[in-house]
């Protein structure tokens, strides 16, 4: 493993639908190191929380089945463990803030019950320290008047408070892992703000590694030291965060650095890349995007391009590297 946390190789996750085989994650292989925040960006469909999910084991099968692939997490092979060990490493080891608190935190429980039931599950501490866990972890995500809000049922709180207590929920074990799905989309711009300064603060106190997933390339281009693109399911291109948005080779990755605003640029309107994503249901064998790329050649009608490392460290699945252009 080295200095890896993480090593997911060529994870394969399907969904079996009446109308045929959806390959959400298709082949997907990357490396999470230990104490480092790796961004996983792209648009709505691609893949990027049915990765997550698939770290999780949490697939709802049917219609979901991981059906190849390796996740080693520490030298455990995820896919291999029994459901008992995996409830051990859920929660504890491994973590997840979901993209809307509210449908995520139980309404009928407290706060403070929701974050207590967390870490009696995986720590040896009884009531009253768990619940003295729980303000000091509702602290730490700058919960203000933790001692009441613990006693709050989620209704109560704002979207902004709802998010810090999962986040506190989260974070309550010390987890090796911390996977962020979309952790900022339901909230305005400084709460954003102020939840993604938490997240790195967290990073730093606990040597946390941290998956962020989102499609917003300002929060990666702020948060994240290693990024991978996703499109239909499979992995299009992954760099360090500064040579990403540098030197970005994949066309898709091209399109969606053109489609950001800028201060500098006086456009009327934003750049789109045209087309919309394939269907994913018994997806033909060809480059899933050559029908939205304005650089398409014949090869890319006839076979997936392999991703290949192009420069060290940046690697890049596209078949105008391969020809050498």
Not at 42 to 52: D, L, M
Not at 198 to 213: A, Y
Not at 284 to 297: D, L, V
């Amino acid at each position: 493993m080295g200095n890896n946390l993480v090593e997911i190789k060529n994870l394969k996750t399907y969904f079996y639908t009446e109308d045929g085989i959806v390959k959400a994650v298709d082949d997907v292989s990357f490396n999470i190191k230990k104490g480092e925040i790796i961004g996983v960006v792209g648009e709505s469909g691609c893949g990027k929380s049915v990765t997550a999910m698939s770290i999780m084991r949490l697939v709802s099968s049917p219609p979901g089945k991981i059906v190849g692939g390796e996740i080693i997490f520490e030298d455990k092979k995820i896919l291999e463990l029994k459901d008992d060990e995996m409830r051990a490493i859920r929660g504890n080891d491994i973590a997840v803030i979901f993209q809307e608190p509210m449908t995520s935190l139980n309404p009928i429980f407290t706060i403070g019950y929701q974050i207590e039931e967390v870490i009696l599950l995986h720590q040896k501490l009884n009531k009253i320290q768990a619940k003295e866990k729980a303000i000091e972890m509702l602290k730490l995500v700058g919960v203000p008047r933790a001692e009441e809000i613990v006693e709050c049922y989620p209704h109560e709180l704002s979207g902004g408070m709802r998010q810090r207590a999962m986040i506190a929920m989260a974070v309550s074990c010390n987890p090796k892992l911390l996977i962020a799905d979309e952790p900022t989309t339901a909230l305005d711009v400084t709460i954003q703000a102020q939840i993604l300064d938490i997240m790195k603060d967290l990073k730093k106190k606990l040597n946390t590694s941290i998956m962020l997933i989102t499609h917003d390339l300002g929060v990666i281009a702020e948060m994240a030291e290693y990024v991978v693109v996703m499109y239909a399911g499979k992995v299009i291109e992954e760099a360090p965060v500064i040579e990403l948005f540098k030197n970005p080779m994949h066309p898709y990755t091209e399109g969606l650095m053109k489609s950001k605003p800028s201060l500098n640029e006086d456009v009327d309107r934003l750049y789109s890349i045209p087309g919309q994503v394939p269907n994913p249901i018994n997806m033909p064998e060809e480059c899933y995007f050559c029908a939205r790329c304005s650089k398409t050649m014949d090869i890319c009608r006839k076979q997936q391009p392999p991703i290949k490392e192009i420069t060290p460290g940046h690697k890049v699945a596209c078949f105008l590297y391969e020809e050498g252009k």
